[in-house]
């Protein structure tokens, strides 16, 4: 598998391509699962990554939730599906199940996908405009924060009507920049050194 390729479709970086199988490896793992997602990245192939028109179908099982994929097993007797992420395997299908018409989730060739949410009711106006956080290691060399500054200038340039953006800078401490603020430039200074909760961390910001 070329994963710069599938990098390019998905917009999607990870540390790791393969699961750990078992708790003691990822307990020995330097750098945690997980994933880099890069949103506004124009996909080389946008045919290529599916818009399904429904929201994500999740995984009942107390504090899970994860969304039905192609590494979910399926089984059609019973109209279920198992979740990959903790086993659970009495997820239901709410749509009809045919073998011969499986919700695209499931193909191999769709990893990644892209949802279309149906108006929620309990939103009129529909989902608020979408947010961006910019989050800079501020202790990176001066020569490639410098074209980190001008990318991000870049970037803001092309960002759709309404959207929200944030930044965080960190390094010994960690900058909450009040970009909203107009009368100068405003900025809230968390300690590197003290742990905050979450909550102490909105009552600052906020
Ligand atoms: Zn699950």
Redesign the pocket.
């Known amino acids: 598998m070329d994963f710069a390729e599938l990098e390019a479709v998905e917009g999607l970086r990870w540390p790791w391509h393969s699961w750990p199988p078992t708790t003691p490896a990822a307990a020995s793992l330097v750098v945690p699962t997980s994933v880099l997602c890069s949103p506004l990245q124009h996909p080389t192939a946008p045919d290529l990554l599916p818009l399904l028109p429904y929201a994500p179908l999740?995984?009942?099982?107390p504090g899970?939730?994860?969304a039905l994929n192609p590494f979910s097993r399926v089984h059609h007797g019973s109209a279920r599906w198992s979740?990959?992420?903790?086993?659970?395997a009495a997820?239901p299908f709410p749509r009809l199940l045919a073998p011969d018409a499986l919700p695209a989730e499931l193909f191999p060739t769709h990893s990644s996908v892209e949802y279309l949410l149906p108006p929620d009711p309990a939103e009129p106006g529909g989902p608020g405009p979408p947010a961006l956080v910019f989050v800079i290691d501020a202790a990176t060399a001066a020569e490639e924060l410098t074209v980190l500054k001008d990318e991000v200038r870049r970037l803001m340039q092309g960002l759709p009507e309404g959207i929200r953006v944030a930044l965080v800078t960190f390094a010994a401490s960690v900058w909450v920049h009040d970009l909203g603020f107009e009368g100068c430039a405003r900025v809230v200074v968390l300690n590197g050194e003290r742990e905050l909760e979450s909550d102490k961390v909105c009552e600052f910001v906020i």
């Open positions: 999740r995984c009942a099982s899970c939730g994860a979740c990959a992420f903790c086993g659970a997820n």
